[in-house]
DNA sequence: ATCAATATTGGGAGCGCTCCCAGAACGCAG
DNA sequence: CTGCGTTCTGGGAGCGCTCCCAATATTGAT
């Protein structure tokens, strides 16, 4: 009776035009429409292109909660930062990383969604999050040996992919890690080729994977180059401050050190002020190699940091490759990825 | 014929329980299922308390596609910036507003979708995201002034507010932005009385507005010092290494120069690098103080940097307020709030 | 006991899309 | 001109949820 015989232009709630509107605006059906947008096989080029130019006239966009509630895909995929808050700021690598995994899903087709984990709180909303459906697979950065997060995620079933040590977990994930024993290596073997002896190193917190590995690599090189570790480690929180009261530990305890192999560039900034304060010249007397070759802070230290150097890009990258085989359906077994580190020689060593 | 009398426990495609398996498994309507979950009025305790179970039992979780296809709200919000990739790296400050934007949309309830922008493509595909009801708002940095995308983005009927100048944007647009041109007279009013009477600066790129708000907020206050700003200008790209060879050529040009006013802490690094380098002491010879307050460059620079202090969380706060405003229909008239700014006093100046 | 209000419930419709299937149109050989 | 395969099209069903509305249960007052 009423508004039957009225051509209505968009009979929608809210301004937007659908799939129907499209359609009957190209004078085909819903389902020829969709066929169109979403090219399939079996359209005539011609409703193709009336289609198509009926969507740009109607300025149509696919309503993404519709589709998703039958195709059963989102089209984003979650990256996940499990730290403390004040870590994260300080980390520029982490800023990488996010770039990176922007980057890499834009380029399969994938939106990002960032989530930060600091804490129990957080933990439970990341968790309805990712259960809720809102994204295809994660891509997770959980550093800390006791985080519950990978072991929560286990019982989730949706596809992950972990940077770095999946907390404690051993196997049974998809893990791209940096081989972070043979970055030690690379340094301390610098340092040894270059006449150093009294090698000492500041390790980081110890409750990381990553800065045990460090620590690893830099006692079982120092014992194979025939020298002695005792009394040359200090443990700190890879924080400036913590670094610099590390180097005065060590400094207090072996005066007599000729380098210092230190886990991270930011805590290499708090041993650089410690070492200067106290007289030595850098790399004259004491010659220092970092870890992780930030891109702003390494080389603008004073003298300029040599740093190991890992490549967010190549992390994110191979881990996007994996997670996107996974959502094809891939049955890969889960397995630990090691990527390669390099050594970015500067001034400091 | 068949399974028509048998119970089919979870009968969707996927194995996860719906709203309807909740209902049956609880002995309640589906309706009722959601009122209980959504804690809405006129649902008995009895009723609730056996579908929360039941929801607790299945592991249920309400899929969020077949949610804001009907309430017509995401539960997300974009958090978009819009930067050359390079900007972005170095730039904690922007590392500290995903960080504060996380928190504060959590706080009210919506997930965070981080959107970088860099180029044309970037530029499409971001729309076609926000246009595609993906987001219920937008959060969006876009300080050049070149921009494109904010008025890209009035096209959209979707509810935006800027942190800082909304590119070229006089009006008609929801900023907050800092107080730029009085953080700088802060810096020199500092300066001028400490005595210091030969003050110059170094500028960010004038392509960004708050670049060019600094620098006049410089020369005014020069001025009204009964000062002359002649020659003791230079601009450079906010980098590191710009900001040092803005030094060199400042150096060259007025050797005289007993302070200077850096737009930014990774400048001022750079800056300080030539100074040292000149055999200028700091701030003996030469005052130093930047912008930004970086929470990790400005205090490990040496000497540490007396540097305008703006709170990211403070104008994220303000920006995720005014948006919820306006997702609550609220008639908003835009406009710019603009946050004060502090001076945080360290060595250099 | 009786009635009107109020509290509580269940079913239907529909959000906008994709998928499935039956049928129409078209081609070309018999 | 018929038959059969192929290409193309349209309608129906349904994804899982919320909202509306009518139906029922409960309560308190008369």
Chains 1, 2 share one sequence.
Do not use: C
């Not at 969507?55 to 989102?74: C, E, H, I, M």
């Not at 960032?114 to 459906?133: C, P, Q």
């Not at 090189?221 to 443990?235: I, K, M, N, Q, R």
């Not at 190549?314 to 996974?326: E, K, P």
Request: hydrophobic residues 45%; without cysteine; charged residues 25%.
């Amino acid at each position: 009776m009423k508004g039957d015989d009225v051509v209505i232009v968009r009979p929608g709630g809210d301004g937007r035009p659908t799939l129907e509107d499209v359609a009957a605006f190209a004078g085909v059906s819903r389902s020829t429409a969709s066929r169109a947008l979403n090219d399939d096989a079996y359209v005539s080029t011609r409703a193709k292109e009336k289609v198509l130019a009926a969507a740009k006239d109607l300025g149509y966009f696919p309503n993404q909660a519709a589709r998703s509630l039958v195709t059963r895909r989102t089209g984003a995929v979650a990256l996940v930062l499990s730290e403390p808050e004040a870590r994260l700021l300080d980390d520029p690598y982490r800023t990488s990383v996010m770039r990176a995994g922007y980057r890499e899903l834009a380029e399969v087709g994938s939106q990002m969604v960032l989530l930060f984990v600091d804490g129990h709180e957080d933990l439970t909303r990341a968790m309805r999050f990712l259960e809720g459906g809102h994204v295809d697979g994660a891509l997770v950065f959980a550093p800390h040996r006791a985080d519950p997060l990978p072991k929560a995620l286990r019982l989730l079933r949706l596809p992950v992919v972990f940077g770095g040590q999946a907390g404690n977990l051993r196997r049974g994930v998809h893990v791209v890690d940096f081989d972070n024993e043979g970055g030690a290596r690379l340094a301390v073997e610098h340092l040894v080729a270059a006449g150093r002896t009294r090698i000492a190193t500041i390790a980081g917190p110890q409750d990381q994977t990553a800065a045990v590995q460090r620590l690893a690599g830099w006692r079982a090189t120092v014992l194979g180059a025939g020298l002695d570790p005792a009394d040359l480690s200090e443990e700190a929180d890879f924080t400036l401050d913590g670094g610099r009261d590390a180097m005065d530990r060590l400094l207090a305890r072996r005066s007599d050190l000729d380098a210092v192999f230190v886990a991270s560039d930011m805590m290499a900034a708090g041993a650089l002020r410690t070492l200067t304060g106290a007289g030595r010249s850098i790399p004259g007397d004491v010659a220092v190699i970092s870890f992780d070759d930030h891109a702003t802070l390494a080389p603008a230290m004073n003298p300029p940091l040599t740093s190991i150097h890992q490549e967010p890009g190549a992390q994110v990258r191979q881990m996007v490759t994996t997670l996107m085989s996974l959502l094809a359906g891939a049955d890969i077994k889960p397995r630990s990825h090691v990527l390669p580190v390099t050594m970015t020689v500067r001034e400091s060593a």
